[in-house]
């Protein structure tokens, strides 16, 4: 792997989750550079999520990197490339908390008890796409605006999302995000109901494990 540095600064014009995906696509393609360029453009993202669990330097250098070595093991299990950013932001999230809990076990909190909650590791997009229900719901969030598809991606696949690390993701404040996510949502239930699929329990409210963003103005752009 290519050492990026982690304090590193990201500027993205299309957005970051946009040209990883491109990236990723044409790493699994056979372009072996541009593992390189998706290293240099996540592993600051990344960065900041592992660090947000108060790990030494020293542990959250070793996330990041088991977090790139766990892409490398499970790429072809990750069915849509524009799920790569969330992906990445999950596997280094869920690592990152394995490692504080075995570093600080005295200080450890209820944050066990959600972890049988997550997602497996492994084939997470392929467990979606395994039932015909999940892939009706998948094709209506195909039916959405790009960035709202992004958004209910991340939601999906984290139980306990990182709103610093979505806003900077999406480009878009935090104050956004809870908002934003309703109206996705509302757009997805339409979506569903038009093409019939009647049943997905698609709850409005914030989850009651997701930390609550600040409120703000919302992004009309979804």
Partial sequence: MTDASPEGAVSDDPPRWERAADLFADWRAGDARAMDGLVRLMTPVLWHVVRAYGLERMHAEDVVQSTWLSLVRSAESIIDARAIS????????????????????????????????LPPQESTEAQVAASDESARLWAAVRTLAER????????????????????????????????????????????????????????QSTPPNHATPREGSSDERF
């Fill in 86 to 117: 969330g992906w990445l932001t999950v596997t280094a999230r869920r690592e990152a908390w394995r490692v504080s809990k075995n570093h600080r076990r005295a200080a450890a909190t209820a944050d066990e008890i959600l972890e049988p909650m």
């Fill in 148 to 203: 709202c598809q992004r958004l209910l991606r991340i939601v999906a696949f984290d139980e306990r999302p990182d709103y610093a690390a979505i806003a900077a993701d999406l480009e878009m404040p935090i104050g956004s995000i809870g908002p934003t996510r309703k109206r996705c949502l509302a757009k997805l239930r339409t979506a569903l109901t038009t093409s019939g699929f009647h049943d997905a329990p698609l709850d």
